[in-house]
């Protein structure tokens, strides 16, 4: 009598179409797990990448200010080995800043680690007066010298708080710690030929960060006196030589000298009448 096969053979096809509604939905769940985690990532490098990086209107020409734009307040940056703002950071502030004879001032010096800065303010610390420096070390010529100053002046007890004139925080925070009798303001985007390469920095430094230093200034109590320097720029298109001071300002030949020419005018008719200034 022929076997009856057909029975097992159903069996087989009904357990071969069992492991394949098994392995479909195994792929289904495997495929929407990684489609789950792909979403997952791509969500934390876009978050990563919105964080760390600057948005894409910043201009090349802006790269050399990329590490001050932040705030002291949301980065921790170290300077030598005292944490900006910590206790070390304060007692570096205040010693450097603490006048050696009687009736001395005390100086915020801006721009301490550049040409003028650094030389006027190792005058003013052999006067006996309290030096405070202030840059951002910028790389508009070879950083190097900026540091070799800043080295110089660290032996004679000169600290430079490494930040930017537009770090509003930053600026109150040195002012709360110290009361500043006096600003020096010489940063500043200085050069005439460099405007066409990076015209937003004369902006940033010479104005954005010069009214920003106002504010603060303004804002503190006791009020120091400011001074800061001109240039002999401002007179333009003039003839006229010698320079004097009556000459024409009004004709700028760069954007460095229209910048530095806003300056007395921004102090002028800005709402900081009641500080006390002097240009050089
Ligand atoms: N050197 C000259 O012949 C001359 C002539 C006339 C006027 N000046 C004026 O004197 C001042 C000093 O000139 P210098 O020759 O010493 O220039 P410098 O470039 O050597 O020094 C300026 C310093 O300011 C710093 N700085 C610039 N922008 C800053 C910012 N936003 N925040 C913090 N620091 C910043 C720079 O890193 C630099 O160390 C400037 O105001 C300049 O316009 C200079």
Same mark, same amino acid.
């Given at each position: 009598?022929?076997?009856?096969?057909?029975?097992?053979m159903k069996l087989e096809r009904y357990n071969s179409y069992i492991r394949k509604v098994h392995s479909t939905k195994l792929l289904n769940a495997s495929s929407k797990f990684l489609f789950?985690?792909?979403?997952? !990532?791509?969500?934390?490098? !876009?978050?990563?990448?919105?964080?760390?990086?600057?948005?894409?209107?910043?201009?090349?020409?802006?790269?050399?200010?990329?590490?001050?734009?932040?705030?002291?307040?949301?980065?921790?940056?170290?300077?030598?080995?005292? $944490?900006?703002?910590?206790?070390?950071?304060?007692?570096?502030?205040?010693?450097?800043?603490?006048?050696?004879?009687?009736?001395?001032?005390?100086?915020?010096?801006?721009?301490?680690?550049?040409? !003028? %800065?650094?030389?006027?303010? $190792?005058? $003013?610390?052999?006067? %006996?007066?309290?030096?405070?420096?202030?840059?951002?070390?910028?790389?508009?010529?070879?950083?190097?010298?900026?540091?070799?100053?800043?080295?110089?002046?660290?032996?004679?007890?000169?600290?430079?708080?490494?930040?930017?004139?537009?770090?509003?925080?930053?600026?109150?925070?040195?002012?709360?710690?110290?009361?500043?009798?006096?600003?020096?303001?010489?940063?500043?985007?200085?050069?005439?030929?460099?405007?066409?390469?990076?015209?937003?920095?004369?902006?940033?430094?010479?104005?954005?960060?010069?009214?920003?230093?106002?504010?603060?200034?303004?804002?503190?109590?006791?009020?120091?006196?400011?001074?800061?320097?001109?240039?002999?720029?401002?007179? %333009?298109?003039?003839?006229?030589?010698?320079?004097?001071?009556?000459?024409?300002?009004?004709?700028?030949?760069?954007?460095?000298?229209?910048?530095?020419?806003?300056?007395?005018? !921004?102090?002028?008719?800005?709402?900081?009448?009641?500080?006390?200034?002097?240009? $050089?």
């Amino acid at each position: 009598m022929p076997t009856d096969t057909s029975k097992p053979m159903k069996l087989e096809r009904y357990n071969s179409y069992i492991r394949k509604v098994h392995s479909t939905k195994l792929l289904n769940a495997s495929s929407k797990f990684l489609f789950r985690v792909t979403l997952l !990532i791509a969500l934390v490098l !876009i978050l990563f990448f919105t964080i760390n990086y600057p948005p894409l209107s910043d201009n090349t020409h802006s790269a050399p200010h990329h590490h001050h734009r932040h705030s002291f307040l949301s980065t921790s940056l170290f300077s030598g080995s005292s $944490l900006v703002g910590g206790a070390a950071w304060e007692k570096q502030v205040r010693h450097s800043s603490t006048p050696r004879r009687v009736n001395g001032f005390s100086v915020l010096v801006t721009g301490a680690a550049g040409f !003028i %800065g650094s030389h006027c303010s $190792l005058a $003013l610390k052999k006067r %006996g007066d309290g030096v405070l420096g202030l840059d951002n070390f910028n790389d508009y010529y070879d950083p190097s010298l900026k540091r070799a100053r800043q080295n110089l002046l660290s032996k004679h007890q000169i600290f430079i708080v490494e930040g930017d004139l537009n770090d509003g925080p930053l600026l109150t925070k040195l002012f709360d710690v110290v009361p500043f009798t006096h600003v020096l303001h010489l940063a500043a985007q200085a050069g005439v030929r460099y405007a066409m390469q990076n015209p937003q920095s004369y902006v940033k430094s010479n104005i954005a960060g010069f009214v920003n230093l106002l504010e603060v200034a303004k804002a503190v109590n006791p009020q120091p006196a400011i001074v800061w320097a001109s240039s002999s720029s401002v007179y %333009g298109l003039n003839t006229e030589n010698p320079f004097s001071e009556r000459d024409r300002t009004d004709r700028p030949a760069s954007l460095y000298a229209a910048t530095k020419k806003a300056e007395p005018k !921004i102090k002028k008719r800005w709402r900081v009448t009641s500080l006390t200034s002097t240009t $050089l």
